[in-house]
């Protein structure tokens, strides 16, 4: 089975930055594709960022420029670097995982074809 979580979050002002961090685990050899997403109530979930079985890494327009996505294969661990933050950023950011051989932009975008969800964890950002 298997398991994200996701650490890092926080609260911050605006132009700061903040690492989220997911830690995976029971992928065993499958192949996967995973993504950042971020959802505010009321609003419906948002691919943020994407990285599938070639490594290549995909944006949502919103965050291009701001924010990298890097994986550590080795350690089964995605990271989201996350610069020039503003309050519109604010949101709980998930962690997401699909298993098969997809590019990184199928997980950002298809957010009803992920299969595996972390708890989130919250970012809230300051004027």
């Known amino acids: 089975q298997v398991q994200l979580v996701e650490s890092g979050g926080g609260s911050v002002q605006s132009g700061g930055s903040l690492r989220l961090s997911c830690a995976a685990s029971?992928?065993?050899?499958?192949?996967?594709?995973m993504a950042w997403f971020r959802q505010v109530p009321g609003k419906e979930r948002e691919g943020v960022a994407g990285?599938?079985?070639?490594?290549?890494?995909t944006y949502a327009d919103s965050v291009k420029g701001r924010f990298t996505l890097s994986q550590d294969k080795a350690k089964n661990a995605m990271y989201l670097e996350m610069d020039s933050l503003n309050p519109d950023d604010t949101a709980m950011y998930y962690c997401?995982?699909?298993?098969?051989?997809?590019?990184?932009?199928?997980?950002?975008?298809?957010?009803?074809?992920?299969?595996?969800w972390g708890k989130g964890t919250l970012v809230t950002i300051s004027p």
């Open positions: 997401a995982a699909k298993i098969g051989h997809y590019d990184g932009i199928f997980c950002r975008i298809m957010n009803t074809e992920i299969d595996y």
């Open positions: 029971g992928f065993g050899n499958n192949e996967y594709c």
């Open positions: 990285i599938g079985v070639f490594g290549r890494v």
